[in-house]
């Protein structure tokens, strides 16, 4: 009967990861409600509708293209930025200018890294949520952290199933027996995926139910020859792989090197 202690660590590990989870997007839900601002009417600079689409480092990347767009950078194709325009017009542009250094040269892989750690990126996501359309700090990586933690446990309730299921003792007369049991707290563990997926996946993203409502309304198609906000709208909202430029888009293709 030995098997039957690898079942109930299988459900020790399936239940305690699924509790995990149902807390934490239970606590997500109730700081959303609680920083519910004043959103009516409201629209969105570039600056948010980017960090709503893909938190400080799409940010980064909005900052980075408007100014190649306006000639005050250059990004070239090798992955490197040199400042033309050392005048910043906004906090966030003096942010990349201040990353990129005295030198005026830079890659851009550490300069869209220390841009999206600055103090200016800081302060628009705590506006954000004080006007409740981000996600709080914390609540959508501890989602996450549980979601992995429940997926680990269904892998670990598989492992467990396929231990006893090999042992020679247990394996011939109550084979199929133990297949069904182990199979119950596998269901649990993929019933809370499934439904974290349906009911919880709208937290986990940077923009809150009431940001993903006005980010609908942004959503929408650029190319090189359109005008710069509605270009800079879709990189905000689309990311980089919205960029018709070659020579740019070669240019964030080095940033992870």
Known sequence: MFWVLLLLLAWAAAGLSCTRLCLASVR?????????????????????????????????????????RQRRLLLAHTGWATV????????MERSVLGAIGPDGQSRIAPVRATAAAAEAVRALADRLVAAGLAVPDG?????????????????????????????PSQAQEN????????????????????????????YT????????????????RADPGSDDRTYLTSVAVRGIRAIGEPDLRAAFAHRGH
Do not use: K
């Not at 033309?84 to 906090?91: K, L, M």
């Not at 959508?140 to 006893?164: D, K």
């Not at 993203?205 to 929408?220: D, E, F, K, V, Y």
């Open 84 to 91: 033309v325009d050392p005048r910043g017009r906004d906090e």
């Open 205 to 220: 993203h940077w923009a809150s139910p009431a940001g993903q409502r006005l980010l609908s309304s942004l959503t929408c």
């Open 28 to 68: 997500a839900a109730a700081v959303i409600d609680d920083n519910t601002g004043d959103a009516h009417g409201r629209g969105l600079t570039l600056y948010e509708a980017a960090f709503l689409s893909g938190g400080p480092a799409r940010v980064a990347d909005l900052t980075l293209v408007s100014m190649a």
């Open 139 to 167: 609540a959508h990586t501890t989602v996450a952290s549980a979601v992995r933690q429940v997926r680990a446990a269904a892998v670990v309730v598989v492992a467990l199933a396929a231990v006893a299921l090999l042992m």
């Open 175 to 202: 084979g199929a027996l133990v297949a069904v049991w182990f199979t119950l707290p596998l269901i649990l563990t993929l019933s809370c995926l499934t439904i974290a997926r349906i009911e919880v996946h709208p």
